[in-house]
């Protein structure tokens, strides 16, 4: 045990505290607050540390899954959370500007009745996966192309 104090620093702070448990700082305090662990002392500026002594105490705690009121506590560490999913990245080319900057080049080259839910339609129709073309001529000339050969009675009786 002498060889754990002397790795013990004279004072921590609670963020160092945490890290040495590999907790968050928010689940330290809460732990405090729950009275699960010792509150930290207080410095003359009102800075909170934890002295030897509370280290020593909360490492044991820790170790043993105990609280200071002697419940049971489980402790998990950050590094055995599993991530969140990650959100599928958004293609710059869906967005509503890039729609409408298409829609205006539709519209000039003759298909001035397409309206905004058409091109939403074929664009679905067309990039089911979303993954539209970076090359905008080549995407133009896909959506007239695509447009064009649809029932014109069907888009114009509108």
């Known amino acids: 045990m002498n060889e754990g ?37 207080r410095d003359d500026q009102d800075r909170p540390f934890f002295t030897r002594e509370q280290q020593r105490e909360i490492l044991d705690l820790y170790r043993n899954n105990r609280g200071i009121d002697g419940r049971s506590v489980f402790f998990r560490p950050r590094s055995t959370r599993t991530p969140p999913p990650s959100r599928p990245k958004r293609n710059a080319e869906s967005s509503s500007a890039d729609h409408t900057a298409l829609l205006s080049s539709i519209r ?21 996966h979303g993954r539209i073309p970076e090359d905008k001529a080549a995407l133009v000339r896909q959506v007239f192309v695509h447009l064009h050969r649809q029932d014109s009675g069907d888009m114009q009786g509108r």
């Open 5 to 41: 104090i002397r790795e013990l620093p004279e004072r921590i702070n609670p963020a160092g505290m945490a890290r040495a448990l590999n907790i968050s700082r928010a689940r330290l305090y809460q732990l405090m607050k729950d009275g699960t662990f010792p509150a930290a002392s």
């Open 108 to 128: 000039a080259m003759g298909l001035s009745h397409v309206r905004k839910s058409d091109l939403q339609k074929c664009l679905s129709e067309l990039f089911p």
